[in-house]
């Protein structure tokens, strides 16, 4: 079973913070890494997509991935309350087979 | 608007009684994919469609069947439903080599 772990959280960081959200993944041969975020009782967004090694910054946000590591993460600058949501991770495995696995998620919490 | 559409929205059923949940896109995309979302547990992927009439399982397949007979529609029957089967489901969709997926707004289902 090919994985994708994160740290369930909550992790809690004030108003105007950089949140900091980590990703592993077991299968060494994926090649697409997606970030998610989920308010409560809603549907997954897509927030940002990262295919290669290094960081990829899109306004607030920034993913990073190092595939040596098999580490994806999302740095959030200058949280606001309305990024108190739940972050997915997820990823596209190897094998010519187009699987999505998704990590458990890791729920924000911005303090105002 | 580009949106993703499921029907029904909520579904109490009984055990044994079939069903189909119907998702529905208007990007023009060729990769759909159904999840279910369950506490502790994610997202997992049950079916995923490239195009039409190209199929193949997920993690999770057990007890689901898929059909892709138009790029559009992507429906998931459960031909006999059981209490493990009780979750959220989500449809979702993209295009074939982005894998950047919209997802639908949703589908709890509950069978007793």
């Known amino acids: 079973q090919k994985e994708v772990e994160q740290n369930s959280g909550p992790l809690s960081v004030p108003e105007g913070a950089i949140a900091s959200l980590n990703c592993t993944y077991s299968?060494?041969?994926?090649?697409?890494f997606f970030w998610y975020r989920q308010y409560s009782g809603k549907s997954p967004e897509l927030i940002m997509s990262?295919?290669?090694?290094g960081d990829k910054e899109d306004g607030r946000f920034t993913a990073q991935l190092n595939k040596a590591s098999q580490y994806v993460s999302l740095l959030i600058r200058d949280s606001q309350p309305s990024d108190s949501a739940t972050y997915l991770c997820?990823?596209?495995?190897?094998?010519?087979?187009?699987?999505?696995?998704f990590g458990i998620g890791t729920k924000l919490q911005v303090i105002p | 608007e580009a949106q993703v559409t499921q029907n029904p929205r909520y579904l109490i059923t009984v055990t044994g009684k079939k069903l189909t949940v119907t998702c529905s896109q208007n990007?023009?995309?060729?990769?759909m994919s159904w999840y279910r979302q369950d506490p502790g547990l994610g997202l997992r992927q049950i079916y995923y469609?490239?195009?039409?009439?190209?199929?193949d399982k997920g993690d999770v397949p057990e007890g689901y069947k898929v059909s892709r007979k138009e790029k559009r529609n992507f429906p998931l029957i459960l031909e006999s439903p059981s209490p493990n089967q009780t979750s959220l489901y989500f449809c979702?969709?993209?295009?074939?080599?982005?894998?950047?997926?919209?997802f639908g707004p949703g589908t709890r289902l509950t069978v007793t």
């Open positions: 990262i295919y290669s090694n």
């Open positions: 990007m023009n995309h060729e990769y």
């Open positions: 979702a969709s993209s295009l074939f080599g982005s894998y950047e997926q919209y």
């Open positions: 299968d060494r041969g994926s090649q697409s």
């Open positions: 997820a990823v596209i495995g190897s094998g010519g087979y187009q699987k999505v696995t």
């Open positions: 469609s490239m195009n039409v009439e190209v199929t």
